[in-house]
């Protein structure tokens, strides 16, 4: 792929893990001598990131553990909590602990990260064990897993704000931008959309306003801040770009993914860095799977000739080829040969789950077309127990391109998604209608304008049959009245050459341009919200555009103003930055994509699951 | 941002809220040497990495250490001290502070009083201005803060959370989070509260908790009968196939292929029989035919599937019908690794001739794939399709008698050129 020549130098992020780092030795400093410390389970990769084992040691940590809920068992006079700021963990170190019966006395503090919260005080205080602990923050807000990819690591995010309404994290999300802001800054123009977004782009700017910014030369120009409910529809589509369909299958954690003893053919899983230092991977993680094979084969065929070198070398020529080029070659080799490894597996679990039929459903119901069909075919995905994840992905998928479920479907859906899978999953369907990603459709809401001017020239009789021959025919979706206003369905009959994508679309086949991306691209595009007033109206508002208030003068076309920071509030997948990578590469922009965790249609519905009370 | 001596050390010695302070020179400069240190055990790391072992190295989380990216120091230093900058700052009364700056300062971190909060207008508008704070933290602060008991019981403040659902919503969770369900209970039989929470269920959701209550008490029946049969050892299906988990609070589906499995001959009558189950639960036909085929296909009982797929017209005659697509019921067969003849026969029944041929191929149907280019009468594709089957086989006869009939040449010509581009 032709890269502009122009392409703006991303800023150096890995300031921001050394930040983590000083500070949270800094941390550890406060307790001096030997302490033992617990780790949250979930922070344990993050926390390798920034500090190995051997830092942590130099500052006398001496045995670590992980938070497993269980007993406290250790002999050091001094112990130290990592964890989030939760109540359930804060319950268990009073729980674990017997210190207090035992008479005995050792030296406690939690460190709370990335803030503490009240509410976890309050356990602390109702313990009686307020003032014995010593309580801290590591404001350590944001992980770089890449050049081009910051983590807030904090999929709990996604629940807590659009499920339970609790807006706990948005102040985090406002400090987290703050620094960014503070390091790389000032930003010229703050867009957005969605309900946290703005609250997030407050909390933020009132932060501005406490302290004092020096003026800097700013390496961000601009932001945009994006809440998940604006978009569930990319998220609910299979990835099948190479980044995103590792991320579905093998799950990517924390940057790095575990392959299996099917893909390293040997009894042995390996763990992989996944990230533009691999060099295979850089170049296939944005490219359709489809491509994938291909390019991994003429590699091969490379290296091959590569090696092959050696053949009629003399000594000398031999120890140079030894000295300079076998490591790397050897590097590459084993590269290669796990993500060949990779794609065979991935092969192997698509085709067992008739993913070409699961992907024509979804394009079909992107479309519009063949509804009928596609509602047979999940109903038949159902009845067979297949998946429960999937079962509800596509139901979704169905509910929200279709604006609700026709009454009959989802009584009969739900029945029978019940039978198959349990009735706790009454629970999960409560969840899923309150975010409207799972709905029925409400009677009434067919009646369109054209029916009812028709039902005044005709008499009752007539006007109700009418009805039901337009009910299905003038849906009020908005999904759809988006997907025409934006184009995001590029017309089906046109041949889509993968390997020379056109446009944003080639990360779902060429069949669907991811709406979060077209938007941002939109934007971008008339620099304010402007001519996109009935887009914004569709997705209930909440859009805003600001300009940086720290007079930043709009250098025209600096190098800094073509860098954007995208953040995702509820989490983005791999296949939306695989898109604004390819919009940058377009546009001669470089993106950032910040988010409060990478996210994939498994995590999604499995953060709305409520059959595990 | 003035600093008065004597109230900074006050707030030192007294706050419970540590804070970092960078005021210490000698403080700041054995950091940066932390920092230094820290960055070079990373270096030392990043060398020994490029090991070709490298992928075996696991840190204590068991992941690969280290990081690659190189860092600058100066801009470090640039930048840090005013990011580390204390949050707290010096003067910190205890004093009458207005509603919004007691929000404020609580978002800081900082003591507060919440004395003069005494009066209802006053603890609301303590509330709002949490709320339009956007800050959670701060939001369930306040109900914890203002004590939860003394609130409940004031009925009057409480009925004006009703039209403040976002703090309503932080309560709830809240309370969700500590697992006080005698408090989440009381507030459930407030009735503006249902609209909020989902709560309690609709009729027709009570009919799929009725519906599995009935399932509970079934499972329990099954469950110890079969316990007993399978010990007592003398029912043959159980010893060959022995149950791998109990059957209690499976899914309805799941029990209903659990009694195809070991109880599928029973009559309606019993509590296990499959057809009873069906009744009982309003089972639709589909469901009940994709269930009752996985799992007698696993038990490859063929002749059950050949019965439960054919139907009797009032003349007598049978016929081959299914709820499910063909298509789909060879798939499942497939999968169950059912015979040839078998799947051939089920095959043989999916009415599209593209799908049937592609499946035909695809588990080598051989008698399939010749009737239906011997019935589109094409000379060619039943010429290559003879290079594909065995050599001297029943199938390579049958094609090349096929072949040498004299009638079937002659047809052959006449709709060779037809058939030439449909395919």
Redesign the interface.
Known sequence: LAELADSPELP?F??L???A???L??LL??LPGKKDLFIEADL??P???I?????LK??EVDK?YKVEYKPIISTSDQVCFLIRPR??TVKWIYVANADKAAGKFRRYKIIFTP?????CE??LEEQGL??DV????WAFYLL?LDDDIISLELPEFFR?NFL????????TV?SALH?LH??YGPFSKIYGIGRCAK??Y??WKEQVEE?DT?ARQAEIGNAFLIDRDVDYITPLCSQVVYEGLVDDIFRIK?G?VEFGHDVTSSDKS????LNS?DKVFSEIRNEHFSNVFSFLSQKARNLQTAYDKRRGMDIKQMKTFVSEEL?GL??EH?LLSLHIGACESIMKKKTKQ?FQELLKTEHSLLEGFEIRECISFI??HI???VSMIESLRLLCLLSITENGLLPKDF??LK??Y??????DH?LTF?NL??LGLLVEQQPGETLTVMESKVGKLVNDKTAGKLTDAFSSLAKKSHFRALSRKLNLVPKSDEEYDLRVPRDMAYIFSGAYIPLSCKLIEQVLERDSWTGLEEVTKLLNGHEFAFTGSNGADLRAKSDAQRIILVMFLGGCTFSEISALRFLGRERGYKFIVVTTAITNSSRLIEALLGNKV | MMKNKPDEEDYWNSS?F?A?TFDDEDDEFS?LK??K???N??RS?VEEE?D?DE??K???????????????ES??KL??P????PKSESKDYISDWSPEETIHR??Q?KVVSLERFRSLQDKLLLLDFSVR?????????YF??IDLFSFLCSEVLFRELESR??AL??F???L???RDHRLLLELLRRDFLKSCL?LP?SP??SA??Q??YT?LERQIIIEATDRLAEHAGKVEIFQKFPRRASILN?????TLYYCCFYHYNEPEGTYSSPLNIRHT?R??E??YF??VL?ARAKLKAWSDLDALFTSRNWLGFTKKKSP?SFH?VV??LQKNSAPTQVLQEYVGLVDDADLRIGLAQKHKCHDIVINTYRDLKDRQLLLGYRGKVERGSAEERKINDLLDSPVRKRRNYDHHHHYQHVT
């Open positions: 150096d890995s300031l893990k050394r930040l780092r000083d500070q030795i800094y400093e406060q344990m990769s926390l390798d990131r500090a190995n084992v051997s830092t130099q500052h670590l109540i359930q803030q503490k919260f009240y509410a309050a356990v307020f003032g010593t309580t801290d923050e770089p807590d339970a309404g609790d807006q706990r994290w948005v102040r406002g620094l503070s390091i609250m997030a407050e909390s302290g020096k924390c790095c390996v763990k992989v860095m230092q490591k050897k590097q084993r008739d109903e038949e009845n067979r127990q009584r009969a029945a029978q019940l039978q198959s899978y349990g009735v009454l409560a209608r309150q | 419970k540590k970092f950091r932390e920092s240190q820290a960055v055990s990373i790391l490029d070709e992928v075996e696991v840190s204590w989380s068991g992941e690969p250490v280290g990081s690659k990216t190189s860092l600058s801009s470090v930048y840090a005013e990011l580390r900058k609580m978002q971190g704070a956007h800050d959670g933290n701060i939001i369930t602060a914890l803060i659902q976002t919503r932080h709830i969770h809240y969700t989070e500590i989902n269920f027709e959701e799929h908790v519906d599995h399932l499976m899914p309805l589906i799941t639960f089972i639709s589909k469901q994709v269930t996985a499910l789909r798939d499942i």
